[in-house]
């Protein structure tokens, strides 16, 4: 138990250590290429947050366990809202206007519906991984056609702040190779220890997925969002968010479905499932409200959004006491 318990604290650290270089290397590399940060924003930034969430969901199901990767990808989803968001807007209220990001919110929407036509028999497949797959490079391709035309988007400033401007492409390339080496071991060994932790509590795989897994990974994002709402960067706190539950919901699934066939935990199904749309619909119609020409996550809905994260929390632990 010890052991597993060192594997899961050191996995989790190597993770967020390499998804980090991972993501700066690459960043880097393609901004030296002359690819515009809007454009990086959209694709390596987006997947790069979600890299060790897809790396965990992929060697789960090769493992034996995709209850641990439909966990993984639901409660990410639930905690980025629910956590992150909600705790960051507690620290200071969020607003924005990014027209990239008004155009996220309804792609989210959708691929959550997609999702939810994907997970409703409790299996999924060849076919369900492609369509979602296929979503995934529709939006992609539709919000990098849009950004083209919005080079002066408030998002696009905070990007080019955050990319290092003074490292050479072989050194990025460097970064990007070892992120994502350590990102496959340390992704490996989180995945080792959190079954062990599971078998030797008695409780399932997809109970560690929501609670250890998704709160292991996205903690340091959370700082990382609070340091960026101290800098002001509050279009960036909302694009990661909305950015990464698109690749979560899609890629993160969508990914291990093309390789293996396997089922999925009918509690995911009707229980974590319908709570996570209902934060993302939370999610969205708070920005909107009340309507005026930018969008707002106020400290009064980031208290109701922590609450519900911590809600669902308690309901997932006595719910795991409970069998």
């Keep these: 138990m010890l052991i597993s318990i060192i594997a899961v604290i050191a996995g989790l650290a190597l993770l967020v250590w390499s998804a980090d270089h991972f ?21 390596i930034i987006g997947f790069g947050t979600s890299a060790p969430e897809i790396l965990i969901s992929l060697f789960s199901v090769f493992d034996g366990t995709p209850d641990l990767a439909i966990g993984n990808a639901l409660g990410s989803n639930i905690a980025n809202i629910g956590l992150i968001l909600g705790a960051t807007a507690v620290f200071t209220p ?4 990014s027209k990239l990001i008004r155009r ?47 080079l002066d988007d408030p998002m696009s400033e905070e990007l ?33 220890g959190a079954v062990n932790i599971a078998t030797f509590l008695g ?8 609670t250890i897994v998704a709160l292991g990974t996205s903690l ?29 919901t899609l890629a993160v699934i969508g990914l291990p479905s093309i390789m293996v066939n396997f089922p999925v935990s009918s509690d995911a199904v009707t229980r974590d499932l319908p709570i996570m749309l209902a934060f993302t619909m939370l999610m969205f119609i708070f920005a909107q409200f009340p309507g005026k020409s ?10 109701l959004l922590l609450g519900s994260f911590v809600l669902y929390q308690c309901l997932l632990y006595f719910h795991a006491i409970s069998h």
């Design 23 to 43: 993501v700066e290397g690459a960043s880097v590399v393609a901004l030296n290429l002359g690819v515009s940060t809007l454009i990086i924003g959209i694709t």
């Design 94 to 97: 969020i607003i924005f206007t």
């Design 104 to 150: 996220e919110f309804p792609i989210l929407l959708i691929a959550s519906g997609l999702l939810v036509w994907v997970l409703w028999d409790a299996k999924l497949e060849f076919i369900e991984g492609l369509a979602l797959l296929i979503a995934l490079i529709a939006a992609m391709g539709y919000l990098i056609h849009f950004s083209k035309s919005d």
């Design 160 to 192: 080019d702040d955050e990319i290092p401007h003074d490292v050479s492409t072989s050194k990025a390339l460097v970064w990007t190779l070892t992120g994502l080496l350590v990102l496959v071991g340390s992704s490996k060994l989180l995945v080792w």
């Design 203 to 210: 409780v399932s795989e997809l109970i560690i997925g929501l």
């Design 220 to 248: 340091p994002e959370l700082a990382a969002a609070i340091a960026a709402a101290r800098k002001g960067e509050l279009e960036m706190i909302m694009g990661n968010v909305i950015g990464s539950n698109l690749f979560n």
């Design 294 to 303: 930018y969008c707002q996550i106020t400290r009064t809905k980031g208290f």
